[in-house]
């Protein structure tokens, strides 16, 4: 009973005061555990959401996780209310403190919040979403997440890279796949000026077809691009969805395999010639003195 008592008293001593509102031990306690359980249970409602709410209504996976962070948010806004007013705080006594803060906000914290509010932009405008490939200042990968603060994409190489919101928001991004994962690539293809262009072309084209990783609609096609110094050029065209986020693993196979149909074929792959000239010491102009 005595420390029942004890106890009792420990969670009600007055830590400070919230305005005219006394805050004790047993309140700050309240709020922790509150404050934990909001960010636990959101989490739960948003795997739910994206694991097997959405997907019975064929909402594809870039939508669910946007529409459930959205969701979040505002679940978030209003467990934050509830919460504090059940521990007895009263918001208006925070009026001082939230005009400082949106005094650092406009200075200080000027580029967390144009983060934050550029990830508010994503999340309801969808430029770019979850799964989407994307290429960023010559950084290119797939969106794994995006958060309040920042995007991160995976790269090939397994390497994740955080994007601040406001530099996707603000800056040109490439979307790889934002109607679609099929993509095209152009691989360039040169020649010896001796070789028939119409042959190379058919040769190429009958590489292609031979390959499951180009798509054969869209068709592919090869263009004959320019006449250079020691070489014709062409461009092959190719379509594809297995190889979107992989152009250069398509390159290579492609390569491969023409350059070893043109070695059984003789075909001549140039490489640039130079002629240099050399001068002897008998063919160098006398020089005139003048007197």
């Given at each position: 009973m005595i420390i029942d008592e004890q106890l009792t008293s420990i969670l009600n001593k007055v830590i400070f005061h919230i305005g005219k509102n006394p805050f004790t031990l047993k309140s700050l306690i309240v709020l922790v555990v509150s404050l934990i359980a909001l960010y636990l249970i959101t989490s739960i409602i948003r795997k739910i959401l994206v694991k097997r709410v959405f997907p019975r209504y064929k909402i594809d996976i870039g939508k669910a996780e946007s529409f459930a962070t959205i969701i979040r948010y505002i679940i978030v806004i209003i467990g934050l209310m509830v919460i504090m007013k059940n521990s007895g705080i009263d918001i208006s006594s925070f009026g001082i403190l939230f005009g400082a803060l949106g005094i650092g906000i406009g200075f200080g914290l000027q580029s967390i919040s144009n983060n934050f509010i550029?990830?508010?932009i994503?999340?309801?405008e969808r430029p770019?979403?979850?799964g989407d490939r994307i290429e960023v200042d010559g950084i290119a990968g797939n969106i794994v997440n995006i958060s309040a603060r920042a995007t991160t994409i995976l790269t090939n190489d397994n390497i994740s890279i955080i994007i601040p919101n406001a530099d996707i928001v603000n800056s040109k991004v490439i979307?790889?796949?934002l109607?679609?994962?099929i993509v095209r690539f152009n691989y360039s293809v040169s020649v010896s000026y001796k070789e028939d262009p119409q042959c190379i072309k058919k040769i190429l084209l009958e590489i292609v077809d031979e390959c499951d990783a180009v798509l054969k609609d869209p068709p592919p096609n090869v263009?004959?691009?320019e006449f250079a110094d020691s070489s014709l050029n062409f461009n092959l065209q190719v379509w594809t969805n297995e190889y979107s986020t992989q152009p250069k693993v398509l390159k290579s196979i492609l390569y491969y395999t023409i350059f070893e149909k043109f070695r059984q074929l003789n075909i001549e792959i140039p490489f640039p010639?130079?002629?240099l000239h050399f001068i002897s010491e008998t063919e160098k102009p006398e020089k005139v003195i003048e007197e």
């Open positions: 550029s990830g508010i994503i999340l309801f770019v979403k979850i979307n790889w796949s109607n679609d994962n263009l004959l691009e010639q130079r002629d």
